[in-house]
């Protein structure tokens, strides 16, 4: 325990990386979840952790703290990339379109499942032209765009009619694998680091809580959303009672960036704007406070479950916590190093008061509203 009061918990690892691995051998791209949403529900009842879903399959979790208003949320996300049938060609084969946002680069070679209304086959993502020796150069010259794209299944389709005779349909689901690689040196390769990786940290979070028997002054609820890849996420999860949530997620460690693979990125603001001001901070004094290894980040081309929330017409505010990755949303690399300290600081978040208290009013006076610094700053001469 430190001078705050709060305990910096010992996350278990073991149960992290398992968690992660299992997380990760479940196929969930958008719109095709239900499989890794009742595995998260198995878990929820095995922790004890009681929980509520959405029609669709959105999960509300909840750890009781000393009161039940402000409370808070922690959020990540279960669906993934993917792709979806476009036509069935004459050549036997599947064009496709992405789910998500990614390129048709990372595309190209991928062994991924089709899941059929009979059944689920396996296939390979290939370019048009895939034959060296058919084509020679034009391998290397064709575009890279996902109408360049087929899949070919295995199966005996060569023709549409033998496509239709095994089950395919335009809209089939299609899963892409992970191709998972845990190292010894902490580093874990895989697709769909994002945001496996964010729930897993959730609940290695919520268990060292647990574990330990530490008090929460809110009720503290993970939410696990459904659909963060195609912009919607946390837009119907949330409950009026949530004044704050803090959104895990990725950060990218590219050219021009400020996240790392190791420690824990605290987003700044993302392509929708600044985050929350008081909640940000919080969460910087609480990583300045047990010394967490962390950095700032900002981020262009990206969007999470924040936005979602606050699309959604939820006045909350809002954070962005990150694991470091490289390579986002193609094959990606982190190291438990990050995932260690993001869990952490999410144990911590969750035993300390709200950001703000005047957050359990909605509307209301003036009253302790607070205020952002503004005056000058003390230059120390050296």
Same mark, same amino acid.
């Given at each position: /325990?430190?001078?705050?009061?709060?305990?910096?918990?010992?996350?278990?690892?073991?149960?992290?990386?398992?968690?992660?691995?299992?997380?990760?051998?479940?196929?969930?791209?958008?719109?095709?979840?239900?499989?890794?949403?009742?595995?998260?529900?198995?878990?929820?009842?095995?922790?004890?952790?009681?929980?509520?879903?959405?029609?669709?399959?959105?999960?509300?979790?909840?750890?009781?703290?000393?009161?039940?208003?402000?409370?808070?949320?922690?959020?990540?996300?279960?669906?993934?990339?993917?792709?979806?049938?476009?036509?069935?060609?004459?050549?036997?084969?599947?064009?496709?379109?992405?789910?998500?946002?990614?390129?048709?680069?990372?595309?190209?070679?991928?062994?991924?499942?089709?899941?059929?209304?009979?059944?689920?086959?396996?296939?390979? +993502?290939?370019?048009?032209?895939?034959?060296?020796?058919?084509?020679?150069?034009?391998?290397?010259?064709?575009?890279?765009?996902?109408?360049?794209?087929?899949?070919?299944?295995?199966?005996?389709?060569?023709?549409?009619?033998?496509?239709?005779?095994?089950?395919?349909?335009?809209?089939?689901?299609?899963?892409?694998?992970?191709?998972?690689?845990?190292?010894?040196?902490?580093?874990?390769?895989?697709?769909?680091?994002?945001?496996? &990786?964010?729930?897993?940290? +959730?609940?290695?979070?919520?268990?060292?809580?647990?574990?330990?028997?530490?008090?929460?002054?809110?009720?503290?609820?993970?939410?696990?959303?459904?659909?963060?890849?195609?912009?919607?996420?946390?837009?119907?999860?949330?409950?009026?009672?949530?004044?704050?949530?803090?959104?895990?997620?990725?950060?990218?460690?590219?050219?021009?960036?400020?996240?790392?693979?190791?420690?824990?990125?605290? &987003?700044?603001?993302?392509?929708?704007?600044?985050?929350?001001?008081?909640?940000?901070?919080?969460?910087?004094?609480?990583?300045?406070?047990?010394?967490?290894?962390?950095?700032?980040?900002?981020?262009?081309?990206?969007?999470?479950?924040?936005?979602?929330?606050?699309?959604?017409?939820?006045?909350?505010?809002?954070?962005?916590?990150?694991?470091?990755?490289?390579?986002?949303?193609?094959?990606?690399?982190?190291?438990?190093?990050?995932?260690?300290?993001?869990?952490?600081?999410?144990?911590?978040?969750?035993?300390?008061?709200?950001?703000?208290?005047?957050?359990?009013?909605?509307?209301?006076? /003036?009253?302790?509203?607070?205020?952002?610094?503004?005056?000058?700053?003390?230059?120390?001469?050296?």
């Amino acid at each position: /325990m430190t001078r705050t009061g709060i305990v910096r918990p010992v996350i278990d690892m073991d149960y992290l990386t398992g968690l992660l691995r299992r997380l990760l051998e479940i196929p969930s791209p958008t719109g095709y979840t239900d499989q890794i949403v009742h595995f998260c529900g198995d878990e929820l009842h095995r922790l004890g952790i009681p929980f509520e879903l959405t029609r669709r399959g959105a999960i509300r979790a909840d750890l009781a703290g000393r009161q039940y208003s402000p409370d808070r949320a922690v959020v990540a996300h279960l669906d993934t990339l993917g792709a979806q049938v476009k036509m069935l060609k004459a050549n036997g084969r599947l064009e496709v379109v992405s789910i998500g946002t990614w390129s048709a680069r990372f595309a190209e070679g991928a062994r991924c499942t089709v899941f059929t209304d009979k059944g689920s086959y396996r296939g390979t +993502i290939l370019p048009l032209k895939a034959s060296g020796h058919t084509f020679n150069e034009e391998i290397d010259t064709q575009p890279v765009a996902w109408t360049n794209l087929e899949i070919r299944v295995d199966a005996r389709c060569e023709t549409l009619e033998a496509l239709q005779a095994h089950g395919f349909n335009v809209g089939d689901f299609v899963a892409i694998d992970p191709q998972a690689e845990f190292n010894a040196s902490g580093f874990i390769n895989s697709r769909h680091l994002d945001d496996k &990786a964010g729930v897993a940290v +959730i609940f290695a979070a919520a268990k060292a809580v647990l574990d330990a028997k530490l008090p929460l002054p809110v009720d503290c609820h993970l939410l696990l959303t459904i659909s963060e890849e195609v912009g919607s996420g946390a837009s119907s999860v949330l409950h009026k009672d949530v004044a704050e949530m803090v959104t895990i997620d990725n950060g990218t460690t590219a050219m021009g960036q400020n996240s790392r693979e190791f420690g824990v990125t605290v &987003a700044m603001a993302d392509s929708t704007g600044p985050f929350d001001y008081h909640l940000t901070h919080k969460l910087l004094k609480l990583c300045q406070q047990h010394n967490i290894e962390h950095q700032r980040d900002v981020f262009r081309y990206y969007r999470c479950d924040s936005a979602a929330a606050i699309e959604a017409g939820n006045d909350i505010r809002t954070a962005l916590v990150c694991f470091g990755i490289d390579s986002s949303h193609g094959y990606e690399r982190i190291h438990a190093d990050s995932l260690r300290s993001l869990a952490e600081l999410i144990a911590l978040y969750m035993q300390s008061d709200v950001a703000i208290p005047r957050d359990r009013v909605g509307m209301g006076p /003036m009253g302790a509203f607070p205020w952002q610094p503004t005056a000058p700053a003390k230059v120390t001469e050296e």
